[in-house]
T-cell receptor, first 111, second 115 residues
Framework: RKEVEQDPGPFNVPEGATVAFNCTYS??????FFWYRQDCRKEPKLLMS???SGNEDGRFTAQLNRASQYISLLIRDSKLSDSATYLC????????????FGKGTRLHILP | DGGITQSPKYLFRKEGQNVTLSCEQN?????MYWYRQDPGQGLRLIYY???????QKGDIAEGYSVSREKKESFPLTVTSAQKNPTAFYLC??????????????FGPGTRLTVL
């Protein structure tokens, strides 16, 4: 089983809709969680951190479920500009501080 | 402006030539990383360094070499031993700390094409 797994998509969603996707992780020692956004042929950029209490930033909400070992990203009122690949990142904060990237979920917002 | 710079943005080389990709950061971050990304694929870790004059192999280090003589700089050499070097190369840095909010920040990448 891969340490971090994401549905590769693509998710084709009409503009204005709400879309959500998950990322599962297998190592219960994982301590820090993040969502990144990557546009085509560009570098990944930090979108938001994910806290146990949930994290909201405008139209974006991130949640962490430690019991079931997954994180989620919810996008409300989606815009054309939200089209991108969304990567989840898991960090184990121990001696090696291992950083694991998911392969990403592709999102296409349709006009 | 604080950030990570990579140069050049596009690089073309003939097969069999070594090539060095530049990565510089002025964020005062301790740790630096090199990743490779192939079309439609995820990031794969090549090398990383958590402190000056020290670095470790990542998952796909064969055919690559690095140095970390300065905190700000972490150049990557793609040698002729790398069998399939054409890819998008991303450099990242991260403060080494125990804060759970610290994560990686990426440079704009270098797209290497070997002809």
């Amino acid at each position: 089983r891969k340490e971090v797994e994401q549905d590769p998509g693509p998710f084709n969603v009409p503009e204005g809709a709400t879309v959500a996707f998950n990322c599962t992780y297998s190592n219960s020692a994982s301590q820090s969680f993040f969502w990144y956004r990557q546009d085509c042929r560009k570098e990944p950029k930090l979108l938001m951190s994910v806290y146990s209490s949930g994290n909201e930033d405008g139209r974006f909400t991130a949640q962490l479920n430690r019991a079931s070992q997954y994180i989620s990203l919810l996008i409300r009122d989606s815009k054309l500009s939200d089209s991108a690949t969304y990567l989840c990142v898991v960090i184990r904060m121990n001696r090696d501080d291992k950083i694991i990237f998911g392969k990403g979920t592709r999102l296409h917002i349709l006009p | 402006d604080g950030g990570i710079t990579q140069s050049p943005k596009y690089l073309f080389r003939k097969e069999g030539q070594n090539v060095t990709l530049s990565c510089e950061q002025n964020l005062n971050h301790d740790a630096m990383y090199w990743y490779r990304q192939d079309p439609g694929q995820g990031l794969r870790l090549i090398y990383y360094s958590q402190i000056v004059n020290d670095f470790q192999k990542g998952d796909i280090a064969e055919g690559y070499s690095v140095s970390r003589e300065k905190k700000e700089s972490f150049p990557l050499t793609v040698t002729s031993a790398q069998k399939n070097p054409t890819a998008f190369y991303l450099c990242a840095s991260r403060p080494t700390s125990t804060s759970y909010t610290d994560t990686q920040y990426f440079g704009p990448g270098t797209r290497l094409t070997v002809l």
